[in-house]
């Protein structure tokens, strides 16, 4: 069965930005899919004391568990989502059918000592290439302008991890605070 899964950033929720605007993209289309899809958009915890690497697995891990995410799975997700998502396939050995990363990064201080609190968890220090291995399908969509990710640390990952890169003039954080509640380049992906 293909599914998707739709992952929001730090301080984010399913209802946020272009992410309710996909799952709903994502809906339309099953009428003309072969077999049946289900898209899952599930709510992280967040905030400071409760959004870390451990906390967010532990979701995570309740779809892997039953096999929910699996060879035919597509993942969309967005800022430390990537990276999150990275790790967590990584360390569980987990095949996916297609990664769409938008403004990911990895090992990037400086946002605020809040983002920066809830994001260091969620790094990895060493062998984050090795998602090639488990993904041969890796987009990474960014911006020459985000106001929080610096873009030559977008870059990085997109050029460790991706196997194509698009980038967005003045799209900032890609994120509904820059217009980006809906986002049709991501219907391609589908």
């Not at 998502?85 to 360390?91: H, S």
């Not at 041969?136 to 610096?150: L, R």
């Amino acid at each position: 069965m293909k599914n998707y899964f739709i992952l929001h950033g730090s301080f984010g929720s399913p209802f946020s930005n272009w992410l309710p605007w996909l799952s709903a993209e994502i809906e339309k289309t099953k009428p003309n899919l072969k077999e049946e899809s289900i898209c899952y958009a599930p709510q992280f915890p967040t905030g400071v004391g409760f959004q870390n690497y451990e906390n967010w697995q532990n979701v995570l891990k309740t779809y892997a568990n039953v096999g929910l995410i699996n060879a035919e799975t597509i993942i969309f997700a967005h800022s430390i989502a990537p990276v999150f998502v990275c790790k967590f396939l990584i360390e569980n050995d987990i095949r996916v059918k297609k990664l769409v990363f938008v403004c990911g990064f990895n090992n990037y201080f400086g946002v605020s000592p809040d983002y920066d609190e809830v994001n260091k968890t969620m790094f990895l220090e060493k062998g984050i290439e090795k998602i090639k291995d488990l993904c041969d399908d890796i987009t990474c969509i960014y911006s020459n302008n985000d106001p929080y990710v610096k873009f030559e640390a977008e870059k990085d990952f997109a050029n460790t991890v991706s196997h194509k890169q698009i980038i967005i003039e003045n799209g900032g954080h890609l994120n509904a605070e820059t217009g980006f509640k809906e986002f049709p380049l991501l219907k391609d992906f589908i």
